[in-house]
C-alpha cells in the first residue's frame, strides 16, 4: 500500500525560504523508473508541476521555477525534501507530493500542505 | 514554455456523454494522461499514456490523443463525476497541466 505525506511550515514570510518534506511508504526510490514529484494548487487555482526526482537522482525542474526550486532524497528515511526560495504571497498554495512509475505519473498522491505566504 | 489548454467548463446531463478537450502543439506526439479533482480532495489519475485506465476507474472513462488535441471522455456521466479534471503532459524536460476544467452534472 503506497501512501505519502507532506509536512512543513503552515506559514512563511515573504523572502524566506520554503522546506517541505514528503514521507512516504510502499515503494523504494531506489526501484526502477519510480520517482516522487512535487505539484502546487493556489486556492481556487489550476495545478501547476514543480519537480520530480527519480530512482536514479535524475531532477527535473519547472523551467519558470528552476531557479528558486532544489529536490533532494534521502532513500534511508524515505523522504523526498522540495526547497523553494525567495517566498512570495503568489507561491500561497496547497503542496503536493506524489508517486511517478514507469511513464504512469502521479498514480498516488498525499494529502497536501496548505502553506501561506505573509508577514 | 509549453502550454495545455482546456475550456474552462463543461455541462453535461446525467446519463449522457461528457467530453473534454486538452490542445497543445504536437500534443499527440506526447503521452497524455488525465486526473480528476473534487472539492478538497487530492488528484486522482484516470487516464494515462492517452488511453490506459488505472485499476479501480470506471470503464466509462476513456482517453484519446492524436494532433493536437488529447480528448477524455466520460460514457454515461454519474453525478459522481462532477468534478475539475486537468491533462498533463511531459514536454522535454518537465511536465505540464492543462487549465483544468470544470465538469457540471446538471
Known amino acids: 500500500q503506497i501512501t505519502l505525506k507532506e509536512s512543513g511550515p503552515t506559514l512563511v514570510k515573504p523572502t524566506q525560504t520554503l522546506t517541505l518534506t514528503c514521507t512516504f511508504s510502499?515503494?523504494?526510490?531506489?526501484?526502477?523508473?519510480?520517482?516522487v514529484g512535487w505539484i502546487r494548487q493556489p486556492p481556487g487555482k489550476a495545478l501547476e508541476w514543480l519537480a520530480v526526482?527519480?530512482?536514479?537522482?535524475?531532477?527535473r525542474y519547472s523551467p519558470s521555477l528552476k531557479s528558486r526550486l532544489t529536490i533532494t532524497k534521502d532513500t534511508s528515511k524515505n523522504q523526498v525534501v522540495l526547497t523553494v526560495t525567495n517566498m512570495d504571497p503568489v507561491d500561497t498554495a496547497t503542496y503536493y507530493c506524489?508517486?511517478?512509475?514507469?511513464?504512469?505519473?502521479?498514480?498516488?498522491w498525499g494529502q497536501g500542505t496548505l502553506v501561506t505566504v505573509s508577514s | 514554455s509549453y502550454e495545455l489548454t482546456q475550456p474552462p467548463s463543461v455541462s453535461v446531463s446525467p446519463g449522457q456523454t461528457a467530453s473534454i478537450t486538452c490542445s497543445g502543439d504536437?500534443?499527440?506526439?506526447?503521452?497524455a494522461c488525465w486526473y480528476q479533482q473534487k472539492p478538497g480532495q487530492s488528484p486522482v489519475l484516470v487516464i494515462y499514456?492517452?488511453?490506459k485506465r488505472p485499476s479501480g476507474i470506471p470503464e466509462r472513462f476513456s482517453g484519446s490523443n492524436s494532433g493536437n488535441t488529447a480528448t477524455l471522455t466520460i460514457s454515461g456521466t454519474q453525478a459522481m463525476d462532477e468534478a475539475d479534471y486537468y491533462c498533463q503532459a511531459w514536454d522535454s524536460s518537465s511536465y505540464v497541466f492543462g487549465t483544468g476544467t470544470k465538469v457540471t452534472v446538471l
Open positions: 499514456q492517452d488511453t
Open positions: 506524489a508517486h511517478e512509475r514507469a511513464a504512469r505519473p502521479y498514480d498516488y
Open positions: 510502499g515503494f523504494s526510490l531506489t526501484t526502477t523508473a519510480v520517482g
Open positions: 526526482i527519480y530512482w536514479n537522482d535524475d531532477k
Open positions: 504536437k500534443l499527440g506526439d506526447k503521452y
